[in-house]
């Protein structure tokens, strides 16, 4: 887990015994800070004490800011995403619509043959790029990453969302209807909190930045999650409990990806929902590479860019919009 930057004092105090990794999530924590656009005078006087406390400090502190990709000024080549708002059914059920309009239109074998888009069956779904802030009739607010969709089913006796694909964050207002978000065949389970479901590949991770959620993979294992932990699960179950920075997991709504210490393919997944076209790698070795980064969502390719530095891997743009992800 991340710690929060300490107090100079602290620091200063336990600098000699700290451990390299220690080293490294302070370095990553307190860039984090300074780059928030949130800093205060005293959190520029701690950074400053913590650097000034040793050179391998500095150093680490170094390569963080080496990994920073910042395109400020430079045109933006992506189409304009589109955000498609809310449909209405007028008291018909969503589902029910889709089927009667589908058997109206005569292509009720296509639909069954081969699915329907997710944004056909959402309420809400944001293009490449695109973020969006969602107020529920309920109080409670989502917040949806870039290309992402989710459906809303709110009953009398429950709240229910799903998560169709993306990222998204829900703070939910306290009621007595259960609230839960389907992903995967997976639920998140919560009365009032704030957390974020996260699908990525074949894998949905949920983070819990307040108070508590109960988590259900599709083999029907459970884990209750508190403030500070997240888990991810596939088709096989949940993975073992963790500790998170909630800085970091919120970093994408501030419009940055942070990756600290993430295989290959979730950072593929998450860049190619900024940019048009999409990325693919040809390789399945390649997938659980390990890659830390901070980047500028404006910027995906710089993603790409460090990637092909830092990995044995090589990077090939067949197109704008085909990019191919190879052994070196």
């Not at 089913?153 to 389907?182: M, Q, W, Y």
């Not at 996260?198 to 884990?223: C, G, K, L, Y």
């Not at 790409?304 to 704008?320: F, M, N, Q, S, Y």
Request: hydrophobic share 45%.
């Amino acid at each position: 887990m991340l710690r929060s930057p300490r107090t100079p004092v602290a620091l200063m105090a336990d600098a000699r015994n700290q451990s390299l990794e220690e080293q490294r999530e302070q370095a990553l924590a307190w860039f984090v800070r300074m780059q928030s656009g949130d800093a205060t005078d005293a959190d520029r006087a701690g950074h400053a004490a913590w650097m000034a406390q040793s050179a391998e400090n500095r150093a680490a502190y170094a390569r963080l800011t080496s990994l920073w990709t910042d395109l400020d000024g430079v045109t933006d080549r992506r189409t304009q995403a589109i955000c498609l708002p809310a449909r209405s059914t007028r008291g018909m059920g969503r589902r029910a619509f889709l089927v009667g309009g589908a058997a109206a239109l005569g292509v009720a074998g296509l639909v069954a043959g081969a699915g329907l888009p997710d944004f056909w069956l959402s309420d809400y779904a944001t293009g490449t790029g695109q973020q969006q802030s969602i107020a529920l009739s309920d109080g409670s607010t989502v917040g949806l990453d870039a290309d992402t969709a989710i459906a809303v089913e709110f009953t009398d006796s429950s709240r229910r969302i799903s998560l169709l694909h993306g990222r998204a964050f829900f703070d939910v207002a306290k009621n007595d209807r259960p609230f839960v978000v389907e992903a995967a065949n997976g639920t998140t389970t919560a009365l009032g909190t704030r957390f974020v479901v996260h699908q990525w590949f074949d894998m949905v991770t949920v983070s819990v930045e307040e108070s508590a959620v109960s988590v259900m993979a599709p083999n029907r294992t459970i884990a209750s999650l508190h403030v500070g932990q997240n888990v991810s699960y596939g088709e096989d179950g949940l993975g073992a409990v963790g500790g998170i920075d909630v800085e970091l997991v919120s970093a994408w709504r501030r419009g940055k990806l942070i990756f600290e210490d993430r295989p290959l393919r979730q950072v593929i997944a998450d860049v190619n929902r900024y940019r048009s076209g999409t990325i693919r790698i040809t390789d399945s070795r390649l997938l659980n590479l390990r890659v830390s980064g901070i980047f500028d969502i404006r910027n995906p390719d710089g993603v790409l860019d460090a990637i092909a530095e830092a990995l044995p891997v090589r990077v090939t743009r067949l197109t704008d919009f085909l990019v191919l992800v190879r052994p070196a």
